[in-house]
């Protein structure tokens, strides 16, 4: 008996940057049908647009439905879901766009939480533009968070060679040592581990613990913080059981390769942790967020106006976010039909 096909929702984000021509590139390749079935929530129209910017790509098989719960299995799905009227203007953000990406992610999550996706994929979207119309959160992940009334989440950036969680996510910098507490850094880890273990079938994860300040403080001279609050989280971990170990140097740390030691890394804030992960895995990274009841991944770049409409983007980011995403769900499915499993025996 086949195994049923997963059904991966992709949103269209800002459809003035990127997303449409990174999606259609990677379902180009009629064959990826016969991985999974892919639903695209946005615009035949602008989908049919987007494609014949792109010169290499001939016909592909769409078919337009009104909610995931009609897909076919042997095309690519587009649920069309914004205004009739509604045109793109590749290479700058404007009110319609942010306004067409919001509609994109809520019939997505609508889906999503009636069962007929099974994991969301998210394009990039402008966040400043959304939040002008309205959109009220400052990203993907917080928005997500809301609508499965998760308590916990981390953002988790993903490539081959190495994962990076951040502690304090979407802050403004001088906002970071405030927002930073043993707690706070001690919740994120349990998180990690969890995750680690279910999501990405790692048994015993190591996780290493970045320092706030440069060279983790010099003993106090340059901050405390790593004394202070980071030390004894790290500490604390350790005698529940996780194997966290730090804090540590960010500049050794991914200057000297020290994160390929550890199956993750959790950074103090955004840029210390995305930097040095864009910088080595740019073009295979993916952002998933844990956490979550729900599998949600996405590309790990931005809408890049300008490159839009130009047949230049580069699509592995995305299709590495597809199938980091079904990845994880199978992972999970494992896990849990393991542990449920051993439950049973040990009634």
């Not at 695209?40 to 792109?54: A, C, E, T």
């Not at 909610?67 to 203007?89: G, M, S, W």
Request: with cysteine; net charge negative.
């Amino acid at each position: 008996m086949n195994k049923p096909k997963l059904v991966v929702g992709i949103t269209q984000g800002d459809s003035n940057g990127i997303g449409y021509e990174v999606l259609i590139k990677s379902l180009a390749d009629s064959r990826i049908l016969d991985s999974f079935t892919p639903v695209v929530y946005g615009s035949s129209k602008i989908f049919g647009f987007y494609r014949k910017q792109l010169h290499e790509i001939e016909q592909m098989d769409t078919y337009v439905i009104h909610t995931a719960k009609d897909v076919h299995q042997k095309r690519i799905n587009i649920v069309n879901c914004l205004p009739e009227n509604f045109y793109a203007e590749p290479g700058q953000p404007s009110p319609d766009s942010a306004k067409a990406a919001m509609l994109s992610l809520s019939a997505a999550v609508k889906d999503l939480k009636d069962g007929y996706i099974d994991v969301l994929v998210t394009g990039p979207i402008n966040k400043r533009a959304m939040t002008a119309e309205g959109f009220g959160f400052t990203g993907h992940t917080e928005y997500l968070q809301d609508a499965f009334g998760a308590r916990e989440i981390a953002m988790i950036m993903v490539s081959p060679q190495l994962r990076v969680a951040v502690a304090t996510g979407h802050i403004p910098l001088k906002d970071v040592p405030s927002s930073i507490t043993k707690e706070g850094i001690l919740s994120k880890l349990r998180l990690m581990n969890e995750s680690l273990e279910r999501d990405f079938a790692i048994p015993k994860p190591k996780i290493a613990v970045l320092g706030l300040n440069p060279h983790c403080g010099d003993g106090g001279l340059l901050g405390d913080e790593e004394k202070e609050i980071i030390l004894p989280a790290v500490l604390q971990a350790q005698e529940e059981g996780i194997l966290a170990f730090g804090p540590y140097s960010p500049d050794g740390f991914f200057g000297l390769g020290n994160y390929g030691r550890f199956d993750a890394t959790l950074a103090m804030y955004h840029d210390q942790g995305l930097g040095p992960f864009k910088a080595l895995a740019f073009s295979e990274g993916v952002n998933y967020t844990a956490g979550l009841p729900v599998v949600r991944t996405s590309p790990d770049h931005g809408t890049a106006y300008d490159m839009a409409g130009r047949d230049e983007a580069d699509p592995h980011s995305m299709l590495h976010a597809i199938y980091t995403a079904i990845d994880i769900f199978n992972n999970r499915l494992a896990y849990d039909e393991l542990h449920s499993g051993k439950m049973r025996l040990e009634r």
